[in-house]
């Protein structure tokens, strides 16, 4: 509800500070005095357009500022997903507006945008007169209205929960589609990769091995050469250093027997023997690996020409990653051969939920219908109480043809969303013989917030918002009309906070918060003035009203105040 709000330098308010009560707020004064400014007020601050001509005369900016406390958890939650949180259950709405045309938006103490503003506003006033508003104009709401009459919440529940569930299911064989129609073709491609690897008989390292071999076939020729020359002057020719040595170290070993003094240089020529047999048996060990047969020579360059081609082919940097490709492609090729098992168990699934869906869309769509009569009975009902004898409200039932709709219904397929296939429309005939229309082109101010009355009216338990705005309802009505008019805002205002703007005295005087607008002029400058009326000063109002203020009307201005 709203609790106060502080206009300053807007049109020719100066500046006014009000606070609400709960239930029924009305404004009534003088034909011209500003009543529906403050209306007007609200509406800027909750993001109505805006232009130069709301700031006061002589002031550079106009400021509005709204707090309203949220104890519905349903609007609660509407607020929160727009993204704005609540602080101690309030919302402070503040904007501004200068001479240069630049307006600033602050939502509990947050910089926000006008859209972000105009969602809120949405969701805490509706607002019926002249202003942008009005929920009932808008046609995507009114399927709403007649859920909120049938009660469906259940329906509705379940409905959504299976809309969602089934977009799930076709997203994910829509994707399983894909793969199957390129199933053909990847699983010819995953066969060969499969095949020309494995018929490869590739070893892990094998790559690095033969690379190595490679190297020695590369220079075989020079390196044997080398070897057995060097082989043949250790070793192998017929003046070989072993050969010398041998010599030398017989020769000295006849020394020694005689002369000891030689043992340390015949011990030394004995050592240089063993380390250069050393050498002669490795070399001879290394040239003997190097002893390699032309066919073997074909055996690693042809190995080797295939690791290459493969590894170039795909872009693969050892024959370890070829392997482990090699598995990555069986396992994908494994999976595309179950994957029409999983189609065929995924289609099953989704044609279940779209079966259920449809049954789910028709069962509503019933009930809605059914509903839609009792609520254009009562809707007519509550308008012929408030002078609209003549009028007819329809309830229109419409399905969109939608090639890509999720379900089908006689043989044509329809567009669906959370929630089901109908798309709802109220229509009115507001004079005899004149065709049903839609609201917003038959409708005036006044008698949009009569239907709107009468609509809420009948879903008083199931409002959507907690405060409501009715100016110009009036238009046309008096008498007995006007209290009856009186005794369906006060009833509606039990639920749901309500300010009205009126000439009536029927209507003001069963409001629980009385508020008087006055114009006053001082040193040229005009400016208006609301004042929050005791019961007593009600009485005056109250008889004003009625144009009467001799005894005669005070006694009757009572009488509507239900004062003795």
Same mark, same amino acid.
């Not at 500046?15 to 239930?23: H, M, R």
């Given at each position: ?256 027997? =005689? ?243 009126? =000439? ?61």
């Amino acid at each position: 509800m709203l609790e106060s709000i502080r206009i300053k330098n807007y049109a020719i308010i100066d500046e006014v500070e009000l606070e609400f009560g709960e239930g029924f707020n009305v404004f009534t004064g003088e034909s011209g005095v500003g009543k529906s400014i403050i209306v007007d007020a609200l509406g800027f601050c909750l993001g109505d357009k805006a232009d130069q001509t709301i700031i006061r005369t002589g002031k550079d900016r106009t400021t509005v500022e709204a707090v309203f406390r949220i104890t519905n958890s349903r609007i609660k939650s509407k607020i929160e997903q727009i993204g704005i949180q609540l602080e101690d259950d309030t919302v402070i709405v503040r904007r501004e507006y200068d001479t240069s045309g630049r307006s600033k938006v602050m939502i509990n103490s947050r910089t926000e945008t006008i859209s972000k503003l105009e969602e809120l506003s949405d969701v805490l006033v509706d607002f019926h007169g002249q202003h942008q508003h009005q929920s009932l104009l808008k046609p995507k709401t009114h399927i709403d209205y007649l859920d909120a009459f049938g009660n469906f919440t259940k329906e509705l529940q379940e409905l959504s929960e299976t809309y969602h569930k089934t977009l799930e299911i076709k997203k994910k064989l829509d994707e399983l589609k894909e793969v199957v129609s390129q199933k053909e073709s990847r699983m010819n491609f995953l066969k060969y990769v499969i095949d020309e690897i494995k018929n490869a008989n590739l070893k892990e390292g094998e790559d690095q091995e033969l690379e190595e071999k490679f190297k020695y076939i590369t220079n075989y020729e020079s390196l044997l050469k080398g070897l057995s020359e060097a082989l043949e002057s250790l070793d192998e020719g017929e003046i070989s250093t072993i050969s010398t040595l041998n010599r030398a170290i017989v020769s000295l070993r006849g020394i020694v027997r =005689h002369n000891t003094s030689f043992d340390t240089v015949l011990n030394r020529l004995e050592d240089i023997m063993s380390e250069i047999r050393g050498v002669v048996s490795e070399l001879s060990e290394f040239r003997d690996k190097l002893n390699i047969t032309p066919e073997e020579v074909e055996y690693i360059n042809q190995r080797l020409d295939v690791i290459r081609t493969l590894k170039r082919k795909y872009s693969k940097n050892s024959s370890e990653e070829l392997l482990r490709y090699l598995k990555e492609c069986e396992d994908e090729y494994s999976r595309m051969v179950t994957s029409d098992e999983e189609f065929e168990k995924l289609k099953k699934e989704y044609e279940s939920y779209v079966d259920k869906l449809k049954k789910l869309c028709l069962d509503l769509s019933n009930k809605r219908m059914r509903k839609a009569r009792e609520l254009e009975d009562k809707v007519v009902e509550k308008l012929n109480l408030m002078g609209m004898e003549k009028s007819v409200f329809k309830i229109d039932f419409k399905y969109y043809k939608d090639e890509n709709g999720l379900i089908e219904i006689n043989n044509t397929r329809v567009d669906v969303n959370e929630k089901g296939i109908d798309r709802v429309e109220f229509l009115i005939s507001l004079n005899p013989g004149e065709d049903v229309k839609p609201l917003r082109s038959v409708a005036s101010g006044g008698e949009i917030s009569r239907i709107m009355l009468a609509i809420k009216s009948v879903l008083a338990d199931v409002s959507e918002v907690d405060m409501m705005v009715f100016d110009e309802i009036d238009v046309g009505i008096g008498g007995n009309t006007a209290n009856i008019v009186g005794e369906i805002i006060k009833s509606i205002s039990k639920k749901t906070q309500i300010i009205v703007i009126t =000439h009536l005295p029927q209507v003001a005087s069963k409001a629980t918060t009385h508020f008087k607008v006055e114009k006053l002029i001082q040193d040229n400058s005009t400016k208006v003035m609301v004042s929050k009326l005791k019961q007593e000063d009600r009485v005056y109002e109250i008889a004003r009203m009625s144009g009467n203020q001799n005894e005669a009307g005070l006694k009757y201005a009572k009488e509507l105040l239900g004062m003795r």
